[in-house]
Nanobody
Framework: QVRLVESGGGLAQPGDSLRLECAAS????????MAWFRQTPGNERTLVAA????????FYTYEVRGRFTISRDGARNTVTLQMDSLKEEGTAVYYC???????????????WGQGTQVTVSS
């Protein structure tokens, strides 16, 4: 079992930066793929960024490429999402997610945090 707790959300203006952090419990953090999702009211949760393990190439959805960066700290059992050049469209609840890195492509994400609200408004 993995427990994930997000933090770092808040209010920002367009063009600002925020850094989200996900703290993972347990001893097997480095055996899990980690990802960030976001969700707005009435819509499905969508993948923002993911990384299978420390040092692996990261995936970013088209909408955030070049502006967001996912990173992991194996020693601290944390994963961060650095969000630069924020846009109003980035307003959402952001969730941290995890799954074993060895699962087949398309497998569900097994563990989720409670989410942290990001509001981008002028």
């Amino acid at each position: 079992q993995v427990r994930l707790v997000e933090s770092g959300g808040g209010l920002a203006q367009p063009g600002d930066s925020l850094r989200l952090e996900c703290a993972a419990s347990g001893r097997d953090f480095n055996d899990f793929s980690m990802a960030w999702f976001r969700q707005t009211p009435g819509n499905e949760r969508t993948l923002v960024a993911a990384q299978n393990f420390v040092g692996a190439p990261a995936f970013y959805t088209y909408e955030v490429r070049g502006r967001f960066t996912i990173s992991r700290d194996g020693a601290r059992n944390t994963v961060t999402l650095q969000m630069d050049s924020l846009k109003e469209e980035g307003t959402a609840v952001y969730y941290c997610a995890a799954r074993p890195y060895s699962v087949p492509i398309g497998a569900p994400w097994d563990y989720w945090g409670q989410g942290t609200q990001v509001t981008v408004s002028s």
